[in-house]
């Protein structure tokens, strides 16, 4: 990154390289759509582009990155409507039947990514970020400007939550299509 | 993963029989793949995006030469050649005028402005040449300078409307629609759009089209952007910004 501050652009590539699929994946999970990661990952890199100047070398680099892609997702969708989200089907291209077992869980995955969807933003950012990127305690706590206390106690709300809507599903499927994002009950 | 544990999240006063019973739903959340990015495409993109802002500025012709490879070096260094010796002859010409024996001394107000229009015309001839370049980075570059032009004639239009409708390289398509963004107030640049709109294969040029349609307040791309919204064949991220566009231009 000092390379690139310093004006060297094209060692923005190595950067690419190195941080693209896990923006993507954060990104893909906050917005479960594929095109719309892939365009906020390169609006990130465009940001880091645009901002080089301001990097000041504290702290870490991929925390500076998230931070600029949380940004980025939020102006995202400021301007544009919500996309589709990720077709099921693309967990099982092929479409073949499954096993007993298989299928079952399966379809208990695919309730468990609808309810992660239908979980209040801040609460599956805290999610995505601990559960998929592993990012420490500390460092979720910086990018989000709170106690390492307060990242714990979100942590906890946000899985018991997770679950209950995870539950409701398997009581009664149409339920996720009479709640919005916004108004999961919370715990 | 490194969390793959929940209690070691976990505030220390959380019951350990509920600890247990969320990390089950936190081990299954292990089980959700996501698809994987189409890397090359967006390294593509990225790499035009950096090559148009390092030439935006370019460095000392030196390491712009080394690190860009010999061949384009060539193309780079017979552009500027060709541009230097356009100004000499303008220089030339402008002296020889200015000079000629018997004739009353130009006004200065005249001959600036004669200058100023032959640096014009050398720019626009110098972007007009790179759009016709087989490298695409060159092409780009050459819709890149149109963005610098003061007042672009119509060959310059037109070469970006051509560029739009039948460059093969969506990086320079997509580039072309933000340097046609100047244009939006002439009536053949909104036409093209709306026909390109329709016309295009690739989602990102087409989404691109669209946001500028809805930008310049299109309204008269309503049924394309209506037939794209019916037809089932249109990519799925097409239809529903074609939705949105139809929504927001009322």
Not at chain 1, 143 to 167: N, P, S, W, Y
Not at chain 2, 223 to 234: A, F, G
């Amino acid at each position: 990154m000092e390379a690139v501050r310093a004006g060297d652009l094209p060692k923005l590539g190595i950067l690419f390289e190195r941080h693209h699929r896990a923006l993507f994946d954060f990104l893909v999970r906050m917005t479960g759509n594929a095109s719309a990661a892939e365009d906020l990952v390169q609006d990130v890199f465009v940001r880091v582009l645009k901002y080089r100047a301001t990097w000041r070398g504290e702290g870490r680099f991929e925390t500076w990155l998230f931070r600029i892609a949380r940004n980025a997702r939020a102006d995202y969708f400021r301007t544009r409507p919500p996309d589709a989200p990720i077709d099921e089907a693309a967990e099982h291209p092929s479409g073949a039947p499954l096993p007993g077992d298989l299928l079952a869980r399966s379809r208990d995955l695919a309730r468990l990514q609808q309810a992660l969807l239908l979980l209040r933003e801040d609460k599956r950012e805290l999610i995505v970020l601990a559960r998929y990127r592993g990012m420490k305690l500390e460092a979720i706590a910086d990018l989000l400007g709170i106690e390492v206390g307060a990242v714990k106690v979100r942590i906890h709300r946000a899985v018991k939550e997770l679950r209950d809507i995870f539950q409701r599903l398997d009581e009664s499927p149409s339920w996720n299509t009479t709640n919005s994002v916004g108004s999961c009950p919370t715990t | 993963m490194e969390h793959d544990k929940l209690s070691r999240l976990l505030p220390d006063d959380v019951d350990r029989r509920e600890a247990d019973g969320l990390d089950a739903t936190w081990r299954m959340l292990g089980g959700i793949d996501t698809p994987p990015p189409d890397s090359d495409r967006m390294r593509a993109r990225l790499d035009a995006v950096i090559d148009a802002v390092d030439h935006a500025a370019p460095p000392a012709p030196q390491q712009w030469f080394f690190r860009q490879g010999f061949g384009r070096g060539i193309r780079f260094y017979a552009v500027q050649g060709f541009a230097a010796a356009a100004m000499l002859v303008a220089g030339i010409a402008i002296g020889r005028f200015a000079m000629s024996a018997g004739a009353p001394p130009p006004d200065s107000a005249s001959e600036i402005a004669a200058m100023r229009t032959e640096m014009r015309e050398l720019r626009e001839m110098v972007s007009l040449s790179l759009m016709q370049q087989q490298s695409a980075s060159d092409r780009l570059k050459g819709v890149t300078w149109t963005g610098q032009l003061e007042r672009p004639s119509g060959e310059v239009v037109s070469a970006l409307l051509d560029a739009l409708m039948h460059d093969p390289n969506v990086n320079v398509r997509l580039a072309t629609i933000d340097a046609l963004e100047r244009f939006a107030s002439r009536e053949d640049v909104r036409r093209a759009a709306i026909e390109a709109v329709d016309r295009q294969m690739s989602p990102l040029v087409q989404i691109a089209l669209i946001d500028f349609l809805v930008k310049t307040n299109e309204r008269q791309s309503a049924p394309t952007l209506r037939r794209l919204v019916q037809d089932p064949r249109v990519n799925d991220a097409v239809r529903s910004r074609a939705a949105w566009g139809l929504q927001q231009l009322g």
